[in-house]
Antibody
Framework: EVQLVESGGGLVQPGGSLRLSCAAS????????MDWVRQAPGKGLEWVAR??????????EYAASAKGRFTISRDESKNSLFLQMNSLETEDTAVYYC???????????WGQGALVSVSS | DIQMTQSPSSLSASVGDKVTITCRAS??????LTWFQQKPGKAPKSLIY???NLQSGVPSKFSGSGSGTDFTLTISSLQPEDFATYYC?????????FGGGTKVEIK
């Protein structure tokens, strides 16, 4: 059974940093692209970042809102995906979801989400 | 960036109704479109990929169609568990983009 479990969310002041983790199980982690998607309170879904798989050298893509401030990475030995978020702004307040990307290149599984609140 | 426009933004329907939601892309995305369902306080759930392919375990009352710029999600007979918000997403080009969502409410 595919499972994605996020952790690391919390309250942080504007300008601060936070690192989200996503523990993956039930599939071969290195075979899959992985995404971070966020949802601000009462708003729609926004794609944040992608990590390609081992065959594609774990290269990355970012939304404009994340580029230069956020870094997506993996630890294959721990089957974990990370999102390092720096220079956080109040507009980054959201639930952050970890998601698996299928071979079709579409998301097929989602984690339960981690809430990040940026406030003074 | 490719803009994804969903319509309507909300709709009211009764149990047993057939419901159709539309998603329009600002440029040709071939069939690189997926549909998600999200219930309040829950993570999204993947329903359809490649515009018309049902994800494993998704009931056949859901169907998707379209190619190029115009796509539809149809629920053939609305059931109580189908009241939720539905999103489309294109994965043809980066940045990946979502539609604004369609909230399906009980009439």
């Amino acid at each position: 059974e595919v499972q994605l479990v996020e952790s690391g969310g919390g309250l942080v002041q504007p300008g601060g940093s936070l690192r989200l983790s996503c523990a993956a199980s039930g599939f071969t982690f290195s075979d899959h692209y992985m995404d971070w998607v966020r949802q601000a309170p009462g708003k729609g879904l926004e794609w944040v970042a992608r990590s390609r798989n081992r065959d594609n050298s774990y290269t990355t893509e970012y939304a404009a809102s994340a580029k230069g401030r956020f870094t997506i990475s993996r630890d294959e030995s721990k089957n974990s995906l990370f999102l390092q978020m720096n220079s956080l702004e109040t507009e980054d307040t959201a639930v952050y979801y970890c998601a698996r990307v299928a071979r079709s290149c579409s998301i097929d599984y989602w984690g339960q989400g981690a809430l990040v609140s940026v406030s003074s | 960036d490719i803009q994804m426009t969903q319509s309507p933004s909300s709709l009211s329907a009764s149990v047993g109704d057939k419901v159709t939601i539309t998603c329009r892309a600002s440029q040709d995305i071939s069939n690189a479109l997926t549909w998600f369902q999200q219930k309040p306080g829950k993570a999204p759930k993947s329903l359809i990929y490649g515009a018309s392919n049902l994800q494993s375990g998704v009931p056949s009352k859901f169907s998707g169609s379209g190619s190029g710029t115009d796509f539809t999600l149809t629920i053939s007979s609305l059931q109580p568990e189908d009241f939720a918000t539905y999103y489309c997403q294109q994965y043809k080009n980066y940045p990946l983009t979502f539609g604004g969502g369609t909230k399906v409410e009980i009439k």
